[in-house]
């Protein structure tokens, strides 16, 4: 049987009647602003992304994070964050340099399924925007896919994305250098964002700009009823355990 592709971007999931007429009842309501917290990224979630990202460079990487809200000690003091743990990239995606697809949405749905089967929360995705990018920020598709994604996500039991999403973009450039030099990587802390440097052969090495944003309903303060759901996007910074203090 031929599997139907989804282009990411494109697709749009179904809504029921019934579901419409809640989603109607819903907007009514005052929308508030989510708890927008920088992200806290752990040691071997953060080494998957990165592996990720260079693993199908130059075509782009893609996946979900799992995590939870906790506090981190941060630059001297207590800090509310969102703690990403692990990060999950999907294995059958159609990957171009400047366009990833859900390549089989049927292994989409089944990874969306496992992981709330395993009690797991997604608190958002990644992906990676490989050189030549003009611009480190979300596009307009991205943001359209982030919010197909949502959709499917809540049909798959995880309703935290629904208020607010996080997406970490990956901004990745291979470097070739003339001097041959060891195995090294180092993190370059920017005020929000990281630059993450990998060299892993003599010549050969990866740099990868790391900015993470929330991509959330936009608050509706009218009151009237809309017709899609808008969204607002603020970026927020990005921790990791070798940048605290
Ligand atoms: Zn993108």
């Not at 999403?165 to 920017?190: F, M, P, T």
Request: net charge positive; charged share 35%.
């Amino acid at each position: 049987m031929a599997v139907k592709k989804k282009k990411r971007g494109r697709k749009k999931y179904a809504k029921s009647a019934a579901r419409k007429k809640h989603a109607k009842h819903a907007v009514t309501k005052k929308r508030a602003v989510p708890e927008l917290r920088d992200i806290f990224i752990e040691n071997r979630a953060f080494k998957t992304l990165i592996t990720s990202a260079i693993e199908v460079y130059n075509r782009e990487t893609n996946g979900v994070m799992l995590g939870s809200n906790t506090m981190k000690e941060i630059k001297g003091g207590k800090a509310r964050v969102v703690s990403i743990k692990e990060v999950y990239p999907f294995q059958t995606e159609e990957r171009k340099p400047s366009e990833v697809v859900h390549g089989n949405v049927a292994a989409f749905r089944r990874v969306l399924r496992t992981i709330s089967s395993f009690e797991s929360e997604i608190v958002g995705g990644y992906h990676s925007h490989p050189h030549p990018y003009k611009y480190v920020r979300l596009s307009k598709a991205d943001v359209e896919s982030i919010s197909e994604d949502i959709d499917a996500m809540a049909e798959a039991g995880q309703e935290r994305v629904k208020k607010g999403w996080i997406e970490v973009l990956l901004s990745i450039k291979r470097k070739d250098y003339a001097r041959a030099k060891g195995r090294e990587w180092y993190i370059c802390d920017y005020i929000k964002r990281l630059r993450c440097h990998v060299r892993t052969r003599a010549k050969v090495g990866y740099d990868i700009l790391l900015s993470a944003y929330w991509v959330y309903p936009k608050p509706n303060p009218s009151g009237k009823p809309a017709k899609k759901t808008e969204f607002a996007i603020k970026e927020v910074g990005v921790y990791v355990p070798w940048n605290l203090d």
